[in-house]
């Protein structure tokens, strides 16, 4: 966690990222002890998926902007909330990169999937019953994308760039904000459903089979 030596955005020594790890650490514990209003228990289920989310990251990062984070990251934020989903993205930005690299974009692709947590968590893709709507889902895979795209290609700014080459530097990522969609897409239409099931796991028992007779949310 302390290799900070990067391309995208400014250079972080050693000591500053460590630290910089550290702190983020402190505030996604913070923000999983911190009692929330919401009654799902969601601490195991959310583990689980941080797990998921980072060993899936790890080993599929030789496909470019395909990861199953970001619907994950929707699927958290509209299920347990704004506080877990942030918690969320810093727990699997932290363990992945741990793997893949650290550097100043670490931070920035965490306040991405953060961003995208809290959108959710207004724009949800349950319902009001907590049922998995598939298609706020899908919806979900198109929304996600401008929005941790954006966020991420800011690490790059600096005061000798100008607006016009952050706009170039957009319109180049395209292609990768496509494959982004495209990932999105697969996450969500073949592995939504299980991923619910993941969330789901500490719930009663019947009310898991009264979802499971009752489920509706399909295209």
């Known amino acids: 966690m302390l290799s900070a030596i990067g391309t995208h955005g400014p250079t972080v020594s050693p000591f500053a990222m460590g630290l910089l790890n550290a702190v983020l650490f402190a505030v996604a514990i913070w923000l999983l002890v911190k009692p929330q209003q919401k009654s799902e228990t969601w601490l195991w289920p959310l583990f689980l998926f941080v797990g998921l989310a980072s060993v899936s990251r790890i080993a599929m990062s030789f496909i470019p902007n395909v990861m199953p984070v970001t619907i994950m990251a929707v699927m958290i934020g509209s299920k347990f909330g704004v506080q877990r989903g942030i918690s969320f993205a810093i727990l699997v930005t932290l363990a992945s990169n741990a793997v893949l690299g650290h550097g100043w974009w670490s931070l920035f692709q965490i306040i991405g999937w953060a961003s995208v947590a809290t959108v959710a968590s207004v724009v949800k893709v349950h319902d009001v019953e907590g049922k998995l709507l598939l298609n706020r ?56 459903q299980w991923f619910e099931r993941l969330l789901s796991m500490n719930q009663p028992q019947d009310r898991l089979v009264q979802q499971e007779n009752e489920h509706v949310s399909t295209f």
């Open 137 to 192: 889902l899908a919806f979900a895979s198109l929304w996600s994308v401008p929005i941790f795209s954006i966020v991420v290609s800011i690490s790059i700014l600096d005061s000798g760039m100008s607006m016009i080459e952050f706009g170039l530097y957009i319109a180049n990522g395209l292609l990768y904000d496509v494959l982004h969609f495209l990932g999105n897409v697969f996450f969500a239409v073949w592995f939504g």
